[in-house]
């Protein structure tokens, strides 16, 4: 069974920065796309960055400039880069993998709060 498992998570001030860690069990060169989510209270959840097998990488509007998103083949591990993060930024984050037969997986998220 595939597991995912983030840290990295924490409370940091508006303008600072924070690297979230997806830890993948097993060989992450299995799943064709990795994404980081976000869901904030009351809001629905959003696709924050993700990256495919070849390195391609998407990020929503909002985090454009700020977040990077790579992935470390030979540690099985996906990152979230998140520089001069805002209050609204302020989310539960959780990464997901989809493999190569479709199958998705989650993992069990971490807090992000910006806030002085």
């Known amino acids: 069974q595939v597991q995912l498992v983030e840290s990295g998570g924490g409370l940091v001030q508006p303008g600072g920065s924070l690297r979230l860690s997806c830890a993948v069990s097993g060989n992450i060169l299995r799943f064709v796309r990795m994404g980081w989510y976000r869901q904030a209270p009351g809001k629905q959840r959003e696709l924050v960055a993700q990256i495919f097998s070849g390195s391609t990488t998407n990020y929503a509007d909002s985090v454009k400039g700020r977040f990077t998103i790579s992935r470390d083949n030979t540690k099985n591990t996906m990152y979230l880069q998140m520089n001069s993060l805002k209050p609204e930024d302020t989310a539960f984050y959780s990464c997901?993998?989809?493999?190569?037969?479709?199958?998705?997986?989650w993992g069990q998220g971490t807090q992000v709060t910006v806030s002085s």
């Open positions: 997901n993998a989809i493999h190569w037969n479709g199958g998705t997986n």
